[in-house]
């Protein structure tokens, strides 16, 4: 089992920056492809990014090409999302999700085909 917490979230302006963290303990998550989605209220989870299991590849939904960063570090056990430029549409809370799969298939997996989620954070950004 692996279990997956995020954190970093948080209340910041326009055009501010946070970094999440999702940081897996109980296994190690290197052999895992690893995404991140928001849930914005009364809307679907939605794909943000994802990251390979080595995290030499990387895809992003087009809303956040250019602002937001996937990246991780499997020493520690952890992936991260660098967000800058952010728009009070990226309000949302954040989750993250490890999968065995292709990191390139993450954003066409259904929600309950993921193999592990986190309990989300809550990011809001204020205009």
């Known amino acids: 089992q692996v279990q997956l917490v995020e954190s970093g979230g948080g209340l910041v302006q326009a055009g501010g920056s946070l970094r999440l963290s999702c940081a897996a303990s109980?296994?190690?998550?290197?052999?895992?492809?690893m995404g991140w989605f928001r849930q914005a209220p009364g809307k679907e989870r939605e794909f943000v990014a994802a990251?390979?299991?080595?995290?030499?590849?990387?895809y992003y939904t087009d809303s956040v090409k250019g602002r937001f960063t996937v990246s991780r570090d499997n020493a520690k056990n952890t992936m991260y999302l660098q967000m800058n430029s952010l728009k009070p549409e990226d309000t949302a809370v954040y989750y993250c999700?490890?999968?065995?799969?292709?990191?390139?298939?993450?954003?066409?997996?259904?929600?309950?085909?993921?193999?592990?989620w986190g309990q989300g954070t809550q990011v809001t950004v204020s205009s």
């Open positions: 999700a490890a999968d065995r799969g292709l990191a390139a298939k993450i954003r066409t997996l259904k929600l309950y085909e993921h193999d592990y």
């Open positions: 109980g296994r190690t998550i290197s052999n895992y492809a």
């Open positions: 990251i390979s299991t080595s995290g030499t590849s990387t």
